[in-house]
């Protein structure tokens, strides 16, 4: 099983601030997704593919990385960025697994 | 569009078990997938198992002996159904869209699940 582990758990950024996000795996994978839960709602695809953006998502978000290591970057933070991320690999499955993703908040 | 809605009871005894359906619309279960996913209240987003579009299934090696999973591709309907509960399995549960292998693009509102000892 490929485990995913999230860095920071938890930060806040002021807006303008450049933000990343780090997703860490146990194991080489092809690629990463990424899934942005604002807070009661439910997930929302991101980031596909380690750095495709889903339909919608600004233009100030980026994904990047390879093989054990992949970030998500906000070029520039915006209130409505506040969420919990959380990155999930599709690789290797069964089982499919999630990140235990990383809070962002506004300051 | 494209829509899942989950649908079952808020509120189901210890050591009872669990039923929900997720009822789409937009699309066929013939061609995408539907997985199922927990997540317990202020915790993170637990897989839970996948129905496939051929209609055979995976699920969580921790949730195998209690959990299954199957569809009325008649009815766009997938069903979750899980028995020994516990109070631990107290979480919203949420469907969503296999749009290829492993990656989700479309997630249900969810349904907040109680289990009560």
């Known amino acids: 099983e490929i485990v995913l582990t999230q860095s920071p758990t938890t930060m806040a950024a002021s807006p303008g601030e450049k933000v990343t996000l780090t997703c860490r795996a146990s194991s080489s994978v092809r690629y990463i997704h990424w899934y942005q839960q604002r807070s009661g709602t439910s997930p929302k695809l991101w980031i596909y593919e380690t750095s495709k953006l889903a339909s919608g998502v600004p233009s100030r978000f980026s994904g990047g990385g390879s093989g054990t290591s992949f970030s998500l970057t906000i070029n520039s933070m915006e209130t409505e960025d506040a969420a919990t991320y959380y990155c999930?690999?599709?690789?290797?499955?069964?089982?499919?697994?999630f990140g235990s993703g990383t809070k962002l908040e506004i300051k | 569009q494209v829509q899942l809605k989950e649908s079952g009871p808020v509120l189901v005894q210890a050591s009872g078990t669990l039923s929900l359906t997720c009822t789409v619309s937009g699309f066929s279960l013939t061609n995408y997938g539907v997985l199922w996913v927990r997540q317990p209240p202020g915790k993170g987003l637990e897989w839970m198992g996948i129905i496939w579009t051929n209609g055979d299934t995976d699920y969580n090696s921790a949730l195998k002996s209690r959990l299954s999973i199957n569809r009325d591709t008649s009815k766009n309907q997938v069903f979750l159904k899980m028995n020994s509960l516990q109070t631990d399995d107290t979480a919203i549960y949420y469907c969503?869209?296999?749009?290829?292998?492993?990656?989700?693009?479309?997630w249900g509102q969810g349904v907040m699940v109680t289990v009560s000892s």
């Open positions: 969503a869209r296999n749009i290829y292998p492993a990656l989700f693009d479309y």
């Open positions: 999930q690999q599709g690789t290797s499955y069964p089982p499919i697994t």
